[in-house]
């Protein structure tokens, strides 16, 4: 099977005056999807905020997750934020909210687009990088 990559534009607002209730969203669906998931962090602080509304973005759902590198036992766990810096393997689904493309090694990977003009022009060279290594990304409005 080959690789994916899909680009998730930010443009509800409530994505727009939130942009990680998308990436909730998103892990959600990949918890739901049953496949374990690496969220690529730009920065711990990132990673916090992250960790913090993933367990209090919906009264009703619970996404099991940690941050990477605090505990041994991150294997097992559906949904591993990974800050930089931080070493942690390949899984099938990553959600990348770092500045460069994801290396080798996963199913798919989801590249949450940030609402502002100018911060689209690197995603533009993303999603550029991803077509050289034969990776066909789409585009979903969020």
């Known amino acids: 099977m080959s690789a994916r990559a899909d680009f998730y534009l930010i443009d509800k607002p409530r994505f727009r005056e939130q942009p990680l209730l998308l990436v909730c969203e998103l892990a959600k669906k990949c918890h739901a999807a049953g496949k374990p998931t690496l969220v690529l962090c730009a920065s711990a602080a990132q990673a916090e905020e992250l960790d913090d509304l993933l367990w209090s973005f919906e009264e009703d759902s ?17 949904v591993l934020l990974v800050p930089p810096g931080i070493e942690a393997p390949m899984r099938p689904l990553v959600i990348n909210l770092r500045a460069e493309t994801v290396a080798e090694g996963f199913e798919r990977v989801l590249e949450v687009v940030p609402p502002e003009p100018e911060a689209r022009a690197p995603l533009r060279e993303r999603w550029r990088q991803y077509e050289a290594r034969g990776i066909e990304p789409k585009k979903h409005e969020m």
């Open 62 to 78: 619970f996404i099991e997750h940690q941050i990477a590198g605090l505990d041994e036992d991150e294997a097992d766990v559906p």
